[in-house]
């Protein structure tokens, strides 16, 4: 069924027509610019990579010949122009290592040293057993044994082997903070805690512990949510799977965490990182118990110690008890008794107060 | 044959940067406003799709000859991005919800005739309008990006023709021209979209919340 229509009408009602559709409909939305911003860049890689393809090459064989003439003369003049010029700029920083770690060239293939400053283009080779801390950033991003990783600048790094486990802290909005490149994609990172594997030559894979990361492969663009597993092995090669925040697969990233402060801060917070850092859930058995956790001010070190160490440790100095035998939960009471039981974990550093 | 856009394909397969930003300019609107209407107003699942489907776009552009629209056969690569990520978790499947079900025709006519307006069954008459700025929005982005300019700068940004012609770099005769056909293809692109549009008594200003300038 039609209504009389526009083209039905004479020329001032259809001019006349269209104004009052135009007007009442407004500005069309446009996208923000950060949205513009973060799709520009990933369509204009691709779009540089496409021109780079051999027939483009032999289209414009004479202008490329030229242009690279020119690249060639300009890279020189550069080359001579930095020697005399500062160093590269500071990128990320060593916040800590274990075992042997590499760090290539600018250090000249000596060991590093925690506080170390890297600069663009340094690699990082965690050797067999070794594993580094970096703050890239707002992120810090844990690497673990046989791992071999580029610095680009504080939002870009290439994982050219082995892992790579990224935490932004808490949950802060979908900003991109750090673009991971591999051999087989580009893994965004839109969320706070994900981890990427990289085997050369065999498979990447990309989970999620907390938020989204969205991995680019093969011009497609795939969001990876918390909970989620990622492989991919080939353009017709991916598979996603469920992956829980507290499995074996983590197990690695508690064996190195980076250095917590407990001295002066509340055992609720200390709760809380215990949790991120093991993907389980904080349940306190009552609202009070939580109240108290809350009120309750710690004092000492937990410098050295596993997470699950410094569990025992601190609430060996409080009244708080754990369980942890439910998979995937902390869950904390209040003794009974009110008894404290020394730990066996540097229990003589630590100490808690309540107030109340 | 869409002559000049198969032209605008050939100079970016050729590397040209100024072809990449108009292109750019153009398109990424276009098609982000296409996706967001599919995946119920979410920014964050139309900024994956539309950065997919235009990095797919980029990568078979060899393959374009002109058949279609540009614009058209982008929207095609995003139907289908969009039907990879509805297939994909079941998380993202609600996200994009009836949309995806509803609108996802390969016609452009049959996609915007399932947008319903029906002044007895949705007295709303904010939501009415809502519905017809989004049909308005939709013609405008299927129209040549020249057309849908002039339009704008006559009718929302009120401009004159000399001021026009001077915005444009052409004369007033040509801005003529190009208003008259402007609001042809406009009139047949709205006519495309379907009855919704003619349901709507859209030549009263006071059915429609807000008035008119």
């Not at chain 1, 032999?58 to 001579?80: D, H, K, N, Q």
């Not at chain 2, 797919?56 to 279609?68: D, I, P, S, W």
């Not at chain 2, 692109?189 to 709507?200: F, K, R, V, W």
Request: net charge neutral; charged share 25%.
């Amino acid at each position: 069924m039609r209504s009389p229509g526009m083209h039905d009408q004479t020329g001032n009602d259809a001019e006349a027509s269209v104004a009052r559709l135009v007007r009442l409909a407004g500005v069309r939305p446009a996208p923000s610019s950060a949205i513009e911003q973060s799709v520009r860049g990933a369509v204009e890689r691709q779009w540089r990579a496409q021109t780079r393809l051999p027939r483009v090459w032999r289209a414009r064989r004479t202008w490329l010949a030229a242009a690279l003439a020119a690249l060639i003369l300009g890279l020189a003049w550069v080359a001579v122009k930095r020697a005399g010029e500062a160093p590269p700029a500071i990128v990320a920083t060593l916040v800590g290592t274990r075992g042997p770690v590499q760090v290539l060239p600018t250090s000249a293939n000596r060991l590093v040293r925690t506080g170390d400053e890297l600069v663009s283009g340094t690699r990082i080779d965690t050797r067999s057993s070794g594993a580094a801390l970096l703050a890239l950033g707002r992120v810090r991003a844990r690497l673990g044994p046989q791992t071999l990783l580029e610095l680009t600048d504080p939002q870009h790094v290439r994982l050219l082997h082995g892992q790579l486990y990224a935490d932004s802290g808490e949950r802060i909005g979908s900003d991109r903070e750090l673009i991971v490149t591999t051999e087989f994609g580009t893994i965004e990172h839109r969320g706070t805690q994900y981890q990427v594997e990289v085997q050369s030559g065999r498979f990447m894979y990309v989970c999620v512990r907390e938020g989204r990361a969205a991995v680019s492969t093969n011009g497609h663009m795939i969001s990876v949510h918390d909970g989620e597993g990622l492989r991919v092995a080939g353009p017709s090669a991916i598979t996603r799977e469920a992956v829980r925040p507290y499995e074996d697969r983590w197990r690695w990233i508690s064996e190195f965490v980076p250095e917590f402060s407990i001295d002066g801060r509340p055992l609720s917070v200390f709760l809380e990182w215990f949790a991120r850092e093991t993907g389980r859930r904080l349940m306190f058995v009552a609202p009070a118990t939580r109240a108290a956790a809350e009120r309750t001010i710690l004092s000492g070190s937990i410098s050295g110690l596993s997470p699950q160490q410094a569990l025992e440790a601190v609430l060996a100095t409080t009244s708080f008890r754990f369980d942890i035998s439910v998979p995937g939960e902390l869950r904390i009471s209040m003794r009974s008794n009110g008894t404290v039981n020394m730990g066996s974990h540097a229990a003589a550093t630590l100490a808690a107060t309540d107030p109340s | 044959m869409h002559e000049e856009d198969r032209q605008l394909a050939q100079r970016l397969l050729l590397g040209d940067e100024a072809a990449f930003r108009a292109f750019f300019a153009d398109y990424f609107p276009r098609l982000f406003r296409f996706v967001l209407r599919r995946v119920d107003q979410d920014q964050e699942v139309a900024r994956d799709a539309v950065q997919s489907a235009l990095t797919r776009a980029v990568a078979k552009l060899h393959q374009y000859r002109g058949e279609a629209s540009l614009f058209t056969w982008c929207c095609q690569i995003a139907r289908h991005e969009l039907a990879d990520l509805h297939a994909r978790t079941a998380r993202e499947r609600a996200a994009l919800g009836s949309l995806v079900m509803r609108e996802d025709e390969p016609e452009v006519r049959a996609s915007l005739e399932s947008i319903p307006v029906d002044s007895e069954a949705e007295p709303d008459a904010v939501r009415q309008r809502e519905e017809l700025a989004a049909i308005v929005h939709a013609a405008l982005d299927y129209l040549p990006h020249r057309y849908a300019r002039v339009l704008e700068l006559k009718y929302l940004e009120d401009l004159p023709v000399e001021a026009i012609a001077e915005r444009l770099g052409v004369t007033a005769i040509a801005v003529q021209s190009l208003l008259a056909r402007a609001r042809l293809a406009f009139r047949d692109a709205c006519s495309a979209l379907g009855e919704s549009l003619e349901s709507t008594d859209w030549r009263r200003p006071d059915t429609l919340a807000g008035g008119t300038r």
